[in-house]
């Protein structure tokens, strides 16, 4: 969602379909980073100026941001009609939750395949970059291991079908206590690059759960 929205900010045609989270929350988040307010604050609608003034900055920007249904055929639907009206860009969260009509046979593996493929095909057929955003398998990476392609949940074929995989690690370190701090250490995984280097990435950034900022 930062990430769309940093690009929006920049000018560049965003397009965001939100599968897991209402378009209500996700500007509830935004409203909280940019007017420096706690997220439970906002959603109790308890708002300050900088906050109003972000409601009417968000609408000036060039992103198109909806709620979609769960069926594979209508987020690419919506993804081509984004382009259309201009978007260069556009994010799809998270395209785990979707669903293509695999018949009787169903399989979700060879499912997540197919909707990974169909977005790929998309992207080049109606020449706009799409972000597929997806789960890790959480239960497969083990204290403060650091994830990996292995850890993508239900198909080696997301995997292949991607051009660009970037994943996200908590790199927090707890207190004596056992505490977490407020903010977390999240570093940049970059685990396939078709056409360049991978590896983590020389930066890393701290994000703060309470006001949905990320520095």
Do not use: C
């Not at 900055?57 to 382009?83: C, D, H, N, W, Y």
């Not at 291991?145 to 997301?158: Q, Y």
């Amino acid at each position: 969602w930062w990430s769309a929205i940093t690009a929006a900010e920049a000018g560049v045609g965003v397009g965001y379909i939100t599968l897991e989270m209402t378009a209500d929350e996700l500007l509830a988040r935004h409203l909280s980073a940019r007017g420096g307010i706690h997220l439970g604050e906002v959603l109790r609608g308890r708002l300050n100026n900088e906050a109003r003034a972000a409601v009417e900055a968000f609408v000036g920007l060039p992103i198109a941001l909806e709620e979609s249904a769960v069926q594979l055929t209508a987020t690419l639907s919506r993804m081509a009609a984004m382009k259309r009206q201009g978007a260069e860009v556009v994010f799809v969260d998270h395209f785990g939750l979707l669903s293509a009509d695999e018949g009787d046979e169903y399989n979700r593996t060879r499912e997540l395949g197919r909707i990974s493929w169909a977005l790929r095909h998309a992207a080049k057929s109606i020449d706009v970059a799409v972000v597929g955003l997806y789960q890790l398998n959480r239960g497969s990476v083990m204290g403060n291991e650091k994830p990996a392609l292995h850890n993508l949940r239900g198909s080696g074929e997301i995997e292949e079908n991607a051009t660009h995989a970037v994943l996200l690690h908590n790199a927090t370190e707890p207190s004596e206590s056992g505490l977490l701090p407020p903010t977390r250490r999240m570093e940049w995984i970059i685990a396939k690059n078709r056409n360049g280097q991978r590896g983590i990435m020389d930066i890393t950034s701290e994000f703060d759960p309470r006001y949905q900022t990320w520095s």
